[in-house]
């Protein structure tokens, strides 16, 4: 018998919360029943509010790969030229959805380590003035690191270039603000910072973006990829395209409550505490982070450069069947580089920090990687100081710059 993991600090799907469950344990409505239509409605109220965004939400019924393809499926025609810009894993994936749309890709990339830099953004821009379309990464979950969206979308609005925005590990736990950032269309996961069941796309999408879909010569409908079948159905006349995931549904409205509950802005800051201190916590070891700088590094997860003698499927293993503890390793190119400790949902505590680096510091002593077993966890508990999870209030130096993203954000 393979026995369960005690606590899951994976990249993501991450643990979902006793009220999400037992929500979505739910006898399953027919999707036309009054009732069901009415949670539906209520699930995209909470999302607009979640995506602060007076942009129209499409809940896609689909893990958030699906919304991603749906994007350059309805926006991209043959011969289009798109932007794509690649700091990681999933920014250089989304090229191949380009090209299987007919696309045609220019692409600015950095090391997996960075962040794209906007002023790039701008000169690609100019030295191409044909661009239509810009794709972007808002957190590189596989190397714990951020782009500048904000920024990036205001160059992509300059130069009026639509932009696709992967921010499946963003939104929730990273300012995100579709309309004051430029963002055409949005598209978020409820597995990683609401800590929802993975099998959803939760997508925001501008007055624009509808109207390049259906300015295409041949606009796509009838397809399970097809933006427009959901504008035309659901968000004209109240009907779906056909049966959505009921059960997801349930699950997603409780979590989008619960998050609401805290505050988007409060959610935010407790995922940029946990992520600090988490840093705080592996440089202490005597670790190297993956991400270059602080400044490139996301509050979804910490990646972390491999130490010379182990490999990340040792490390893995030995968390997992010695102490019941799930992290994540590195993906495609960045396979046996980094290991990753995620801190979203409720992986973003104290709690969870603390064992997570007590247990991270076992293993490596148990794997021939002297450590002081004491000072990981002693450096991240300085950065708690102030914690109060019955105010839910984190108090760190995020609260000011929150408060500056706030002012400058209209
Ligand atoms: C999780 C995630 C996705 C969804 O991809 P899966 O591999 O299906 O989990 C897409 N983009 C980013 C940035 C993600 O973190």
Redo the contacts with the bound molecule.
């Keep these: 018998m393979t026995r369960w993991p005690l606590l899951n600090l994976t990249a993501?799907p991450v643990e979902t919360s006793e009220r999400t469950l037992r929500d979505l344990a739910r006898p399953v409505l027919h999707f036309r029943d009054p009732a069901f239509v009415a949670i539906f409605e209520r699930t995209h109220g909470l999302l607009r509010q979640v995506y602060r965004t007076d942009h129209d939400v499409v809940i896609m019924q689909g893990?958030?790969?699906l919304g991603?393809e749906a994007a350059a499926a309805s926006l991209i025609a043959p011969g289009d030229r798109v932007l794509n810009l690649v700091s990681g894993v999933?920014g250089k994936w989304y090229e191949g959805y380009v090209h299987a749309y007919g696309g045609e890709v220019v692409e600015v990339a950095v090391p997996y380590d960075e962040a794209i830099d906007p002023e790039d953004v701008r000169a690609a821009l100019r030295r191409n003035p044909d661009v239509k379309f810009l794709s972007v990464?808002h957190?590189?979950?596989p190397s714990g690191t951020r782009n500048p969206v904000r920024e990036i979308g205001a160059v992509a609005r300059e130069h009026g270039v639509l932009t696709i925005v992967?921010t499946?590990?963003g939104l929730a736990g990273e300012d995100v603000i579709p309309e004051a950032w430029g963002i055409d269309v949005a598209v978020a996961?409820p597995q990683?910072f609401l800590a929802a069941p993975p099998g959803l796309s939760l997508m925001a999408i501008s007055p624009a973006a509808w109207a390049a879909m259906e300015r295409r010569e041949r606009p796509l409908r009838g397809s399970y990829l097809s933006l427009l079948d959901w504008k035309e159905s659901w968000l004209d006349r109240r009907t779906f395209p056909y049966t959505p995931s009921v059960s997801d549904i349930y699950a997603l409205e409780s979590a989008l409550s619960q998050l609401l509950e805290e505050g988007v802005e409060r959610s935010i800051a407790r995922h940029a505490a946990i992520a600090r201190a988490c840093r705080a916590g592996i440089r202490a070891m005597g670790l190297r982070l993956w991400p270059a700088r602080e400044a490139v590094a996301a509050n979804c997860a910490t990646a972390v450069r491999l130490p010379d003698g182990i490999t990340d499927a040792q490390l893995i293993a030995h968390l997992r069947e010695r102490y019941g503890v799930a992290i994540s390793g590195g993906e495609g190119d960045l396979a046996g580089k980094l290991f990753r400790l995620g801190h979203m949902g409720r992986a973003a505590q104290p709690t969870s920090l603390a064992a997570g680096l007590a247990l991270l510091g076992r293993a490596l002593e148990d794997l021939g990687q002297p450590v002081d077993l004491g000072t990981g966890v002693a450096a991240a508990m300085a950065e708690m100081a102030g914690w109060d999870h019955a105010a839910a209030s984190y108090p760190t130096a995020r609260a000011a710059e929150l408060a500056g993203v706030k002012a400058g954000a209209g």
Aim: glycine share 14%; hydrophobic share 40%.
């Design positions: 993501g893990e958030a790969v991603l999933f990464v957190c590189e979950t992967d499946v590990s996961g990683k």
